[in-house]
């Protein structure tokens, strides 16, 4: 159908020019681009939802923990975790009654204290509520990162008297208490070393109630005896630190060594200075003067002579034994000053000194060899007896003559013993004592050579008032002790013998 063929009277038509020209001045008509949902439309409304989920979550979680522990919740070392506080007061209801505790011995055997024996229960109190309140709720998520101890205690009560009892009815209380011993410094023949403590049996029973106790009020379900220290303990271990230091002081001491160089060797050094040392109950080192002094006794009465009898064979083989000197006139032989020796001694053992050393001897008390006889091999021998004597030089005669010795009574015999020349003069006068009637001396003698045995007044002189010499001559006319000589005996003698040369008188 063209359009002529249909009009509508109320639709305006175009001729095809016009038409051609309203389709070139038309606008284009712009097409739309399709827009689309936006993201936060898209995601945020399921996430919050989710969010909202967690929300409540929390917030129901966190009621929950109102009247709950958290996870990971213990108390006394038992766990109450989402437990509420009827829940954990049946619990603790429960376990309380069958509580044991086991005390466990230095060696193994143990024994139990349960709770039927002592009365041991459960004391309601709001020390559970408190400690249920004192959880902040809102931190529930954190408490399943870690673990939260509680610090209140469990109320429980029990009865002391049983609890008494039964602590003096334990096993171990009854038996053997061996004593502990503290590690100390032992010589192990080099040095001193720690020697380790020994723990005995001896139990501190003041600590082991006290440790009991303890146990039971935290109902602990084991008590180790030793960890807890419930023995007797001794007061110092091989680590200590006292200990070290008194081994390093004890050791300083041991390394002196003193060698005397007597007839053989005898040194003092580490093995006996070991045995002068000792520590004290507070690990002080004690050095024991005493047995230093005891030791240089020991030694003195080996070494000393000259208050000891000596034995020996005279030049013509006859057996002799000879007494003493008399200190206080001189005696001869070996004598050591222990006093001055002592202080010296302990000086070098103190400044760990190696020293090889000579005694200190009295003034005087030197011999001429150590051993027996100490007088050597060059002496003067007067045999009382025989009433003769010799020069002995370098273990030969030299000189021998008859002599007129003292009068066998006390107050003018001659004394036998060992002595030395003190003294060499010529053109002597000799005093005697002082006679108390008279006033005066008992003699006056004068002589050509005198040479003095003692600070007595004995000695070996001429005697030209002698009829003769030896035989028993002495028995009737004999001296004042002095040993009588012919003028040309002591003159030919005198210039033979030195001061200091030991004289042997026996009989």
Known sequence: ???????????????????????????????????????????????????????????????????????????????????????????????????????????????????????????????????????????????????TELNSAVDISYDEKKLEQRIADLNCLKKEQLPSVSAYPKYNGEKFVPEPEVVGTAIDVETLSKKIKSSIESLTRQLDMKEEECYSFPKYTADSP?????????????????????????????????????????????????????????????????DKVRHFTTPWGKSAEVQPGRMNWGGYGWAVDEGAEFTAVLETIKNGETVVREPIYLVGQRAAVHGDPDWGSTYLEVDITEQHMWYIKDGRIAFECDVVTGLPTPERKTPDGVYRVLEKCTDYTMTGNIVPETGQPEYISHVDYWMRVTWGGVGFHDATWQPYFGGTLYQTNGSHGCINMSYSSIQQLYPMVEVGTPIVVHY
């Open 242 to 306: 006292e200990l070290e230091k008194a081994c390093e002081e004890m050791n300083q001491y041991l390394r002196a060594s003193i060698t005397y160089q007597m007839d053989t060797d005898v040194v003092l050094d580490k093995d006996i200075i070991a045995t002068w040392l000792s520590v004290d109950e507070d690990m002080n080192v004690i050095f024991s003067e005493d047995a230093l002094r005891a030791w240089l006794t020991e030694f003195g009465d080996k070494y000393d002579t000259f």
């Open 1 to 147: 159908m063209s359009k002529n063929e249909f009009h509508d009277p109320d639709i305006i038509y175009l001729d095809e020019e016009t038409e051609e020209k309203e389709k070139t001045e038309r606008p284009k008509r712009v097409r739309k681009k399709k827009t689309s949902v936006p993201n936060w439309k898209k995601y945020g409304l399921p996430a919050g939802a989710v969010l909202g989920v967690l929300v409540l979550l929390y917030v129901g979680v966190t009621v929950y923990f109102m009247g709950h522990f958290f996870v990971n919740t213990r108390m006394g070392g038992y766990d109450l975790s989402g437990k509420s506080v009827s829940d954990a007061e049946d619990f603790w209801k429960e376990h309380i009654s069958e509580y044991v505790l086991t005390v466990k011995e230095n060696g193994g055997d143990t024994e139990k204290i349960k709770a039927s024996e002592i009365g041991l229960v459960y004391k309601a109190s709001d020390s559970i509520q408190k400690a249920l309140k004192e959880q902040n709720a809102f931190l529930w998520p954190a408490a399943f990162f870690k673990d």
